[in-house]
């Protein structure tokens, strides 16, 4: 059955910790989630979890003699043929199976979206670990030597133990848009364990972290002809399809964009029901714009669900930026990042669960697995592979750049420092990500050391170019982990289950053990070349090839130049950012009235959400 989240703590002051603390976390979990509450105590560990169904032992477990704990909010799928046999009846059993044939390698051996926590009494030890698609989130305070973990930051805040000073490094990051998952959150005591990371502690002890997927060192895979590439991925996609579709039993629907990404999920899933993996037929939810035809993509999603034969229900996008009116009472206990994806994706969730569904999928991956295979010619000027890039410069010279263009974006561009390009950027009123926003103080920018981490190398030197983005892209952008983070916050609320296939980590390691001129290819729908060629004749051709993506950029902008930003610059003319020395408010109100003039480097208007959410947030008590 389906698990929905988890809380719990190790006393490292008290033998045994008071149920009190463990009943204010749970109560503060169930307000965010749904599922029946399972606690189970072994001396210094306390934990619970939410499980659906009603059945027990879904979400903990405890050994006969009570040496061995687990609190698991996973989902955990068919793992390598030689691991776990028998398969345990529920998630719980299931790792605790193989934490004691394997111990701390234990999570190497499971397939699926998890985050877990184990409590060895025999070693002394407790272990905690999430999968590398950061599909379950966990997050952790060391209070005191009490360690306390959970699904949910706002069950660690509900512990009067846990500080909710903000952590000004976090929130800069954020505001430059520039936040990785290195562990941290806008709560100075609130850690969040990073996607793909295990945690380690004794009683009392220091909590260790450390990456345990390390996907740098797969072997290449070396098949003869691309065919063969295209043959292994496209049943590998079938299988973590299906599997998902057949572990939530019921019916599944999914976010339909109608790019090439999400539609090949939609294809899979219809392809799986009508192979007799789920009895009701899945649905599409999709994001329609009813006035605003510039982000209207709803002719491909419904060409989609048309091909597919699949039910198509659509969600209007189209609402005001959440300045105005009562703040949601639940944001102050929520990442400033997460709660925005929450408001973007509330409607589309809320629609999928009535319509039944148990189940979730989306398209998540597609571009952090196959968009930086796009600038692999990058790899090839700066190794001296010259020959490759004759199809690339041809492809320029077909879509009218001229010769000179065309060897300067193909040939000279790579080879420039990032920091020519930064200014090159601003020098043609673009705005480049590594660029800091001028309403962020420069005391703010001195005290963080965001510059610094701006201009960072953030891998190891010996790993090549463009695998460098390719791997930062798959390890997690905080911006994608947000968003994946917001959807399970949503769905576990109503008692649905989200999945991710393509950030399944046997796809992950598949696409970045393959070839990069598998990603992509020069020319018009070059892009995931791997991903069409795959799903096939499963899409309608207009939409297996199309290279552009309309995304909702532009109604951000009619927005934030309508009412939305009105109240905005109203919400900065005196500020709670401004008092703290987040943001300077005559610096962002000024280039708020350029942007809503058509003046400006910010393109659509995205890096004026981060301080608005920031803002919210506090006002709602986010930062004591």
Same mark, same amino acid.
């Given at each position: 059955?389906?698990?929905?989240?988890?809380?719990?703590?190790?006393?490292?002051?008290?033998?045994?910790?008071?149920?009190?603390?463990?009943?204010?976390?749970?109560?503060?979990?169930?307000?965010?989630?749904?599922?029946?509450?399972?606690?189970?105590?072994?001396?210094?560990?306390?934990?619970?979890?939410?499980?659906?169904?009603?059945?027990?032992?879904?979400?903990?477990?405890?050994?006969?003699?009570?040496?061995?704990?687990?609190?698991?909010?996973?989902?955990?799928?068919?793992?390598?043929?030689?691991?776990?046999?028998?398969?345990?009846?529920?998630?719980?059993?299931?790792?605790?199976?193989?934490?004691?044939?394997?111990?701390?390698?234990?999570?190497?051996?499971?397939?699926?979206?998890? @985050?877990?926590?184990?409590?060895?009494?025999?070693?002394?030890?407790?272990?905690?670990?999430?999968?590398?698609? @950061?599909?379950?989130?966990?997050?952790?305070?060391?209070?005191?030597?009490?360690?306390?973990?959970?699904?949910?930051?706002?069950?660690?805040?509900?512990?009067?133990?846990?500080?909710?000073?903000?952590?000004?490094?976090?929130?800069?990051?954020?505001?430059?848009?520039?936040?990785?998952?290195?562990?941290?959150?806008?709560?100075?005591?609130?850690?969040?364990?990073?996607?793909?990371?295990?945690?380690?502690?004794?009683?009392?002890?220091?909590?260790?972290?450390?990456?345990?997927?390390?996907?740098?060192?797969?072997?290449?895979? @070396?098949?003869?002809?691309?065919?063969?590439?295209?043959?292994?991925?496209?049943?590998?996609?079938?299988?973590?399809?299906?599997?998902?579709?057949?572990?939530?039993?019921?019916?599944?629907?999914?976010?339909?964009?109608?790019?090439?990404?999400?539609?090949?999920?939609?294809?899979?899933?219809?392809?799986?029901?009508?192979?007799?993996?789920?009895?009701?037929?899945?649905?599409?939810?999709?994001?329609?714009?009813?006035?605003?035809?510039?982000?209207?993509?709803?002719?491909?999603?419904?060409?989609?669900?048309?091909?597919?034969?699949?039910?198509?229900?659509?969600?209007?996008?189209?609402?005001?930026?959440?300045?105005?009116?009562?703040?949601?009472?639940?944001?102050?206990?929520?990442?400033?990042?997460?709660?925005? +994806?929450?408001?973007?994706?509330?409607?589309?969730?809320?629609?999928?669960?009535?319509?039944?569904?148990?189940?979730?999928?989306?398209?998540?991956?597609?571009?952090?697995?196959?968009?930086?295979?796009?600038?692999?010619?990058?790899?090839?000027?700066?190794?001296?592979?010259?020959?490759?890039?004759?199809?690339?410069?041809?492809?320029?010279?077909?879509?009218?750049?001229?010769?000179?263009?065309?060897?300067?974006?193909?040939?000279?561009?790579?080879?420039?420092?990032?920091?020519?390009?930064?200014?090159?950027?601003?020098?043609?009123?673009?705005?480049?990500?590594?660029?800091?926003?001028?309403?962020?103080?420069?005391?703010?920018?001195?005290?963080?050391?965001?510059?610094?981490?701006?201009?960072?190398?953030?891998?190891?030197?010996?790993?090549?170019?463009?695998?460098?983005?390719?791997?930062? +892209?798959?390890?997690?952008?905080?911006?994608?982990?947000?968003?994946?983070?917001?959807?399970?916050?949503?769905?576990?609320?109503?008692?649905?289950?989200?999945?991710?296939?393509?950030?399944?980590?046997?796809?992950?390691?598949?696409?970045?053990?393959?070839?990069?001129?598998?990603?992509?290819?020069?020319?018009?729908?070059?892009?995931?070349?791997?991903?069409?060629?795959?799903?096939?004749?499963?899409?309608?051709?207009?939409?297996?090839?199309?290279?552009?993506?309309?995304?909702?950029?532009?109604?951000?902008?009619?927005?934030?130049?309508?009412?939305?930003?009105?109240?905005?610059?109203?919400?900065?003319?005196?500020?709670?950012?401004?008092?703290?020395?987040?943001?300077?408010?005559?610096?962002?109100?000024?280039?708020?009235?350029?942007?809503?003039? /058509?003046?400006?480097?910010?393109?659509? /208007?995205?890096?004026?959400?981060?301080?608005?959410?920031?803002?919210?947030?506090?006002?709602?008590?986010?930062?004591?």
């Amino acid at each position: 059955m389906s698990a929905f989240g988890l809380c719990g703590l190790l006393a490292g002051r008290a033998e045994s910790p008071a149920p009190e603390r463990l009943q204010r976390m749970a109560d503060a979990l169930r307000r965010h989630r749904a599922g029946d509450l399972q606690s189970l105590t072994c001396g210094p560990f306390l934990a619970a979890g939410l499980a659906g169904g009603g059945v027990d032992g879904d979400a903990v477990w405890i050994s006969p003699r009570g040496d061995l704990c687990v609190v698991a909010h996973a989902r955990l799928l068919n793992g390598h043929p030689d691991d776990l046999h028998p398969d345990p009846p529920n998630a719980a059993a299931r790792v605790a199976v193989a934490w004691r044939r394997c111990g701390e390698d234990a999570v190497s051996h499971l397939v699926g979206d998890f @985050a877990f926590v184990v409590w060895d009494a025999v070693r002394g030890i407790l272990f905690a670990a999430r999968d590398p698609a @950061a599909a379950r989130p966990l997050v952790y305070a060391d209070v005191g030597g009490d360690l306390l973990f959970a699904s949910d930051p706002a069950a660690l805040l509900a512990d009067a133990a846990v500080s909710r000073h903000p952590d000004l490094r976090c929130l800069a990051d954020f505001l430059a848009l520039d936040l990785y998952p290195d562990g941290r959150t806008p709560w100075a005591a609130v850690r969040k364990l990073p996607p793909g990371h295990r945690l380690t502690c004794k009683p009392g002890g220091p909590v260790r972290v450390e990456r345990w997927w390390r996907p740098e060192t797969l072997e290449r895979l @070396a098949y003869r002809h691309d065919e063969d590439y295209v043959e292994h991925f496209a049943a590998l996609l079938r299988t973590t399809t299906g599997e998902r579709l057949a572990a939530a039993g019921r019916r599944g629907a999914v976010l339909l964009s109608g790019g090439v990404d999400s539609s090949s999920v939609a294809a899979l899933m219809a392809e799986a029901h009508r192979g007799g993996v789920t009895r009701e037929a899945p649905v599409a939810v999709s994001h329609v714009f009813p006035t605003f035809p510039p982000c209207d993509e709803s002719r491909h999603a419904e060409s989609v669900a048309r091909h597919a034969g699949m039910a198509l229900l659509p969600v209007s996008a189209e609402r005001p930026l959440a300045t105005g009116g009562v703040p949601d009472p639940g944001r102050a206990d929520r990442e400033p990042w997460v709660q925005g +994806q929450l408001e973007l994706a509330a409607p589309l969730v809320a629609r999928a669960a009535e319509a039944g569904a148990a189940a979730l999928l989306t398209g998540f991956g597609g571009d952090s697995l196959f968009d930086a295979a796009r600038w692999r010619f990058f790899d090839d000027v700066r190794s001296g592979r010259w020959v490759r890039l004759g199809p690339w410069i041809r492809a320029r010279r077909e879509a009218g750049a001229g010769w000179p263009g065309a060897l300067a974006a193909v040939v000279v561009k790579p080879l420039l420092p990032r920091a020519w390009l930064s200014f090159a950027d601003r020098r043609r009123g673009t705005w480049h990500r590594r660029q800091i926003p001028p309403w962020l103080p420069p005391a703010l920018v001195r005290a963080t050391g965001l510059a610094q981490r701006l201009t960072a190398r953030r891998l190891p030197r010996s790993l090549p170019g463009v695998r460098q983005l390719q791997l930062e +892209q798959v390890i997690g952008l905080a911006q994608q982990t947000a968003a994946l983070e917001g959807l399970e916050q949503l769905a576990a609320r109503r008692g649905v289950e989200v999945f991710h296939p393509l950030l399944d980590r046997r796809v992950a390691e598949l696409v970045l053990a393959a070839p990069l001129r598998l990603g992509a290819r020069p020319g018009a729908a070059g892009s995931k070349w791997l991903l069409r060629a795959a799903v096939g004749d499963l899409l309608p051709s207009a939409v297996r090839r199309r290279d552009d993506k309309t995304g909702w950029g532009p109604y951000l902008a009619h927005l934030l130049r309508g009412e939305g930003g009105h109240e905005m610059l109203a919400l900065f003319r005196h500020s709670r950012s401004g008092e703290l020395g987040l943001v300077d408010d005559r610096v962002l109100c000024r280039e708020l009235a350029r942007f809503r003039r /058509g003046e400006g480097p910010y393109g659509h /208007g995205l890096h004026f959400l981060p301080p608005l959410w920031v803002e919210l947030w506090l006002r709602a008590g986010g930062a004591g």
